[in-house]
């Protein structure tokens, strides 16, 4: 069994930000098992959130005061995803899109450190959002431009007719 426990940071002044996965060096002395040390898992988890939610990389710090994990033999990390307490910070978790992509990047990141390949979701909205601009932009073209043009409050430069057809 390995994984992380998922938290949220907070300060007295409200101001710091960013995501750090602290595992403990206890663990990392307790812990021989057939994966890599503790530290990996976190370096994993670090990075594949600070790149899903785009949170401050505050690095792997470690922590002897975290009771339940200094007595743990197995490989875990408590992950601060952020800080509830700083605007910034706490508007990337609020919304179930960012909560989502939290949850996405740990299994990942469990998986690539149990070297197991993880599927990530597609990434769909973006998708649509390209296409519904795409379209957007093919409609105005194609069917507002001219009819904006024929009530007259829109004047595009004519193009040359093309020439003859060399020979």
Known sequence: VLGPTIHHNATPTHKARGTEPPPTREMSRRYSGPLPPPETLAREVQGRVVRAIRTANRGVRYRQDLYLLNRLAIPAVLVEVCFIDHPDDEAKVLSESG??????????????????????????ASVALVVAAAGGLWYGWRVILPKLERMGAVQTPQRPSPGPASA
């Not at 469990?110 to 599927?119: E, H, K, L, M, N």
Request: aromatic letters at 16%.
């Open 99 to 124: 909560r989502l992509r939290v949850a996405y990047a740990l299994v990942g990141a469990i998986g690539a450190y149990a070297g197991v390949s993880v599927p990530q979701p597609f990434p769909w």
